[in-house]
Every structure is written in C-alpha cells, then in structure tokens.
C-alpha cells in the first residue's frame, strides 16, 4: 500500500490588484509597443497565431533603432513616474 500523502495547509495570502484601482507597476516599452501594433501586425498576418504575432512583434522591436525606441521608453518613464505616485 502506498504511503499517504499529506498536502500542506494553504493559507490564502491576499494579492494586491488592480482591483483597488492602482495598477501594479507600469508596462514596459515593449508591452506599451506591442499593444499599439499588435493590431497592424494582425491584419498583415490574419492567419498568424498568438504566439506567432508575438515573435513577429519581438523581431520588430530587435530591429528597431534604438532612437525609434526612445518614444515607447518616454512612455514608460511618464507611467512608471504616475504609478509610483499613485501608491
């Protein structure tokens, strides 16, 4: 007979969420730049998967110059500086 096994007792921890209306932490430039392209890039590709836009979306975002970049991490700065000041 197998021995039995006994599963440690879970204690619910409660995790803090968007819910109370502050967002966890801001979107990195490239989550704000795929949000924005995601749909160009579908319509490119309407047969593409998920997984498949996002590796499209990634080669992108490696091929940019690092000054077209610099926008999305303006972005970045500007939501990061309100969700710091948020908390």
Known sequence: MAP???KASSSK???KSAKDG???KAPTAYIIFSTEKRAEVKAANPEATFGE???LL????AEMDDSDKEQYKQRQAELQ????AAK
């Open 81 to 84: 500086a309100a969700v710091s």
């Open 58 to 61: 990634g080669k992108m975002w």
């Open 53 to 55: 836009l996002g590796k």
């Open 22 to 24: 502050k967002p966890k």
């Open 13 to 15: 921890v409660s995790k």
């Open 4 to 6: 039995k096994v006994v």
